[in-house]
């Protein structure tokens, strides 16, 4: 079982940045491929970014390529999101996911690929 809880999340003015850290609960997370969803009010979830559990894999949504970096540190089990010029169109709850996998470089956009979800952060840029 892996829990995850996700915090960093608030409000801020557009152009700003902000980093969201997710935090594992078992040391399964360096096993995990991991990625970030987000859900504005009255959307669906949609896909951020994902990283392979061995880290050498990394994917991103266009609408956040060149703004945000995706992050993990096994031996904190901790993923991080770097989210730069920040837009009111990234309002949303954002939500930590993780799949165990066998695969090193395995890592997926599809929200029911993931197993476990975290309970999500509030993200707002408003000004």
């Known amino acids: 079982q892996v829990q995850l809880v996700e915090s960093g999340g608030g409000l801020v003015s557009p152009g700003s940045s902000l980093r969201l850290s997710c935090a594992a609960s078992?040391?399964?997370?360096?096993?995990?491929?991991m990625a970030w969803f987000r859900q504005a009010a009255g959307k669906e979830r949609e896909f951020v970014a994902s990283?392979?559990?061995?880290?050498?894999?990394?994917y991103y949504s266009p609408s956040v390529e060149g703004r945000f970096t995706i992050s993990r540190d096994n031996a904190k089990n901790t993923l991080n999101l770097q989210m730069d010029s920040l837009g009111p169109g990234d309002t949303a709850v954002y939500y930590c996911?993780?799949?165990?996998?066998?695969?090193?470089?395995?890592?997926?956009?599809?929200?029911?690929?993931?197993?476990?979800w975290g309970q999500g952060t509030q993200v707002t840029v408003s000004s």
């Open positions: 996911a993780a799949r165990v996998v066998s695969n090193r470089d395995w890592h997926g956009i599809a929200a029911e690929s993931y197993d476990y």
């Open positions: 078992a040391r399964t997370f360096s096993s995990a491929a």
């Open positions: 990283i392979s559990w061995s880290g050498d894999f990394l």
